[in-house]
């Protein structure tokens, strides 16, 4: 007798090499574009600044810009993430405002399983590959532990608070 395995409802969306180079392309685009007049009318993206913890160098990075419970929320699986650990001083420009901020990075996979599903039921099932990074099978949204497992401690939320 042959089981069948049930697809997950939730998957962690990993982009590939091409898809990756195109972001990288876009990014050069998305920097100034965010910064200008028109970068005011876009709500759910932003760019953020920060130093690199051995380097010193700087980064800006257009970043999925969400708000909950009154904090910016950034999420990410992208190694620099690194440079935020522990706390750091960052610069978010959001709807062209120039914010400085303090990041947090959130590890723990219970909680970062909590933030992905509140973001995720607000976003919705449509907004969630881009948006949140979550692959949806069906129309059911997943539970909180579901995205637990399906993020497996790859994904991060970056909580960002007014200096």
């Known amino acids: 007798m042959q089981t069948r395995t049930q697809e997950p409802i939730v998957r962690s969306f990993e982009p590939s090499a091409g898809f990756a180079r195109w972001m990288r392309?876009?990014?050069?685009?998305?920097?100034?574009?965010?910064?200008?007049?028109?970068?005011?009318?876009?709500d759910d993206?932003?760019?953020?600044?920060?130093t690199g913890r051995?380097?010193?160098?700087?980064?800006?990075?257009?970043?999925?810009?969400?708000?909950?419970?009154?904090?910016?929320v950034v999420l990410t699986s992208h190694a620099w993430k690194a440079n935020l650990r522990g706390?750091?001083?960052v610069?978010?420009?959001?709807?062209?405002?120039?914010?400085p901020m303090r990041?947090?990075?959130?590890?723990?996979?219970?909680?970062?399983a909590r933030i992905y599903?509140?973001?995720?039921?607000?976003?919705?099932?449509?907004k969630a590959k881009l948006?949140?990074?979550l692959e949806l099978a069906g129309k059911r949204l997943p539970t909180d532990e579901e995205i637990e497992e399906a993020i497996g401690g790859r994904r991060v939320a970056v909580l960002l608070r007014r200096r």
């Open 25 to 42: 392309v876009g990014n050069v685009f998305m920097r100034p574009l965010l910064r200008s007049r028109v970068g005011r009318k876009i």
């Open 45 to 50: 993206l932003a760019l953020l600044t920060f």
């Open 54 to 72: 051995k380097s010193g160098r700087g980064y800006t990075i257009p970043v999925a810009y969400h708000v909950l419970d009154g904090s910016g």
């Open 87 to 89: 706390g750091a001083d």
């Open 91 to 99: 610069e978010v420009v959001h709807r062209g405002e120039r914010i």
């Open 103 to 112: 990041a947090e990075v959130v590890e723990d996979p219970h909680e970062v």
């Open 117 to 126: 599903g509140a973001l995720l039921r607000r976003v919705g099932a449509a």
């Open 131 to 133: 948006s949140v990074g």
